[in-house]
């Protein structure tokens, strides 16, 4: 079975930075693009970016700005997201998602909670 594994959500004051991290497992991973999607409290799901398999390719959404920064590491199954000059407004539950969109995801994890508040 699929399983994706997110990690490394936290609180950080407006500005800060985190690294999340997802852990896949139950497919070939590198034969998959993955995404990243987050859910803010009181709204839908939001596409943030995406990674093609091989990693050589890479796609955001416009409201990341330069700020946030998917890779992948084939050789361990992970996906990373690089979250840079994070605003308030970019408090969600972040989720990695195995697909490319929302529309074409057929799996997520179960998300970890990215907090931003001074």
């Known amino acids: 079975a699929v399983q994706l594994v997110e990690s490394g959500g936290g609180l950080v004051q407006p500005g800060g930075s985190l690294r999340l991290s997802c852990a896949a497992s139950?497919?070939?991973?590198?034969?998959?693009?993955m995404s990243w999607v987050r859910q803010a409290p009181g709204k839908e799901l939001e596409w943030v970016c995406a990674?093609?398999?091989?990693?050589?390719?890479?796609w955001y959404a416009e409201f990341v700005n330069k700020r946030f920064k998917i890779s992948r590491d084939d050789a361990k199954n992970m996906v990373y997201l690089q979250l840079n000059n994070l605003q308030t407004d970019d408090t969600a539950m972040y989720y990695c998602?195995?697909?490319?969109?929302?529309?074409?995801?057929?799996?997520r994890g179960q998300g970890t909670q990215v907090t931003v508040s001074s």
């Open positions: 139950g497919f070939v991973f590198k034969d998959y693009y």
């Open positions: 990674i093609r398999s091989g990693g050589m390719q890479e």
């Open positions: 998602a195995k697909g490319a969109s929302i529309d074409t995801m057929t799996d």
